[in-house]
């Protein structure tokens, strides 16, 4: 296409460099066209350099040098930004996904099986001299879930250190613990009143140390969780601003072009335009969809999972409580209170068993996104009512003086509150083993958005920086 007058290169005279202006000395030894005579001395000698290249620079072949470099450099800056930024984005989802969830499942964990353990070890109190291999069996994997779990967190060196205080309190206390209910055991094979002793004494640890403690380092290893889940989602603002410069730019260099040579397309300037925009269109859409991925195994699966676990845990409590109530014989009351206060907490104060109330359940009803998430909490909450009535059944009956009927209405096989307590017990764990499902769903759908765009951030802005300076440089090949 043919080029103005004005724009058409023009050969330097001999002995002149590309682009220099021609003429002859003018005063203070400067050429006419206005080049700078060589300076003397190291300062001088600087200055002038930056002269000529300013001056280069104003030439067409100077500028069009200048602007490739500008352009290639903005490339490969955006690019580098890019996968800095995402780089810790995906390492933050992985770290969701593979280290901080499954630690704050662990925490939770070991806060239900010493919250178990407690609630079998008076049940088998309860059950005498004989006690049932179940729940002796029960009590020995909830122990032994407890102990792995604390061994299993204690090797990890990025716990914090309010998680480490926490696991070895837990560390120190639970073989005391399980000493003091071998004592109560083997009192009560005896038939001596002093098992009720040590059993009280081993159900007060566990309740004002032990379970305090666990529920110190679930909170601590929660809140890694929730700070993963931040840098995860956190928007990447520098890498989205350079690209929409380096953008702009190269519009503005081919506008430039278009204005100074008529050229509608430049193959490589449109090149690198392409790679910048599908580089920025990637990080935006990318990052937005892992973003909402996060956001959903967040919001439907690990605050889900933490009502469902707290639901859990004061539900175990309460059933530690009522038998304990009946281990005291006739002097509960202490155990009733707690007992009302935990039913409190799942249904709320004044329980009038309506969804949408207060409550943990109701909580974990709320957050359920699918009917499968909500079918076994609604049979929780049913059980839960069964499990109430039953009891005061059984608290009447103690109070009348009928201990042993009483007895039967809490241990018993069918029509008793351990039934009731099953179905919610089994209920919950339904409901737990689907929302850790929909969590991991989720949450590896966020992670597989963000895979990739580190590596594909290098690639495109390696492109976009080549096509710029291959473009430019057929533009500078007129000149030669």
Same mark, same amino acid.
Request: charged content about 25%; overall charge positive.
């Given at each position: 296409m043919a080029q103005s007058t004005a724009d058409r290169p023009v050969a330097p005279p001999d002995g002149a460099a590309e682009g220099e202006p021609t003429g002859g000395p003018g005063p203070l030894g400067r050429r006419s066209g206005g080049a700078p005579a060589a300076a003397s001395g190291g300062g001088a000698g600087r200055a002038g350099v930056l002269r000529r290249f300013r001056w280069a620079a104003a030439t067409e072949p100077g500028g069009l040098r200048l602007t490739a470099a500008v352009l290639a450099v903005a490339a490969v800056l955006f690019g580098a930004v890019a996968c800095w930024q995402m780089a810790q984005r995906a390492e933050a989802a992985d770290g969701v996904v593979e280290r901080s969830q499954p630690l704050s499942a662990d925490a939770a964990k070991v806060h239900r099986a010493l919250a178990d353990a407690g609630t079998t070890a008076s049940a088998g109190f309860l059950a005498g001299g004989d006690e049932p291999r179940e729940l002796r069996r029960r009590y020995d994997r909830d122990v032994a879930d407890a102990s792995r779990l604390l061994t299993k967190a204690a090797s990890n060196s990025e716990s914090s250190p309010s998680a480490r205080r926490q696991i070895s309190k837990l560390n120190q206390q639970l073989p005391v613990y399980t000493g003091l209910v071998e004592a109560a055991r083997a009192n009560n094979r005896q038939g001596l *009143?002093?098992?009720?002793?040590?059993?009280?004494?081993?159900?007060?640890?566990?309740?004002?140390?032990?379970? *305090?403690?666990?529920?110190? @380092?679930?909170?601590?290893?929660?809140? !890694?969780?929730?700070?993963?889940?931040?840098?995860?989602?956190? #928007? *990447? #603002? @520098? =890498?989205?601003?350079?690209?929409?410069? $380096? $953008?702009?730019?190269?519009? #503005?260099? &081919?506008r430039r072009e278009y204005r100074r040579t008529n050229r509608v397309v430049s193959p490589g300037l449109a090149g690198a335009t392409a790679a910048s925009l599908a580089l920025l269109v990637w990080l935006s859409a990318g990052h937005a969809v892992a973003r909402a991925q996060l956001d959903t195994s967040d919001v439907r699966g690990a605050r889900s999972l933490q009502a469902l676990n707290a639901a859990w845990i004061g539900a175990l409590q309460a059933r530690g409580d009522e038998n304990m109530a009946m281990v005291a014989r006739g002097a509960g009351e202490e155990y009733e209170r707690s007992f009302? !206060?935990?039913?409190?907490?799942?249904?709320?104060?004044a329980p009038d068993w309506r969804e949408g109330t207060a409550g943990r359940l109701n909580e974990a009803l709320r957050l359920a996104d699918d009917e499968r998430g909500r079918k076994p909490v609604r049979a929780v909450r049913k059980a839960l009512r069964e499990w109430d009535e039953r009891h005061a059944e059984a608290r009447e009956r103690d109070a009348g003086g009928s201990y042993d009927a009483a007895l039967t209405m809490v241990i018993g096989e069918k029509g008793s509150t351990r039934e009731s307590f099953e !179905?919610?017990? =089994?209920?919950?764990?339904?409901?737990?083993?689907?929302? &850790?499902?929909?969590?991991? /769903?989720?949450?590896?759908?966020? /992670?597989?958005?963000?895979?990739? @765009? *580190?590596l594909g951030a290098v690639v495109l802005a390696v492109l976009g920086a080549g096509a710029a300076l291959w473009g430019i440089g057929r533009r500078l090949a007129e000149y030669r």
């Open positions: *009143p002093l098992g009720g002793a040590y059993l009280r004494h081993a159900n007060d640890k566990l309740r004002t140390e032990m379970l *305090p403690a666990a529920r110190k @380092l679930y909170t601590a290893e929660t809140a !890694r969780l929730n700070a993963d889940y931040a840098a995860a989602r956190a #928007w *990447p #603002w @520098l =890498a989205m601003g350079l690209g929409v410069a $380096v $953008v702009a730019a190269l519009g #503005w260099a &081919q009302r !206060r935990e039913v409190a907490g799942l249904v709320g104060k !179905r919610v017990d =089994a209920g919950l764990a339904e409901a737990s083993a689907h929302e &850790q499902r929909e969590f991991e /769903r989720a949450a590896e759908g966020g /992670r597989g958005a963000l895979a990739g @765009l *580190p």
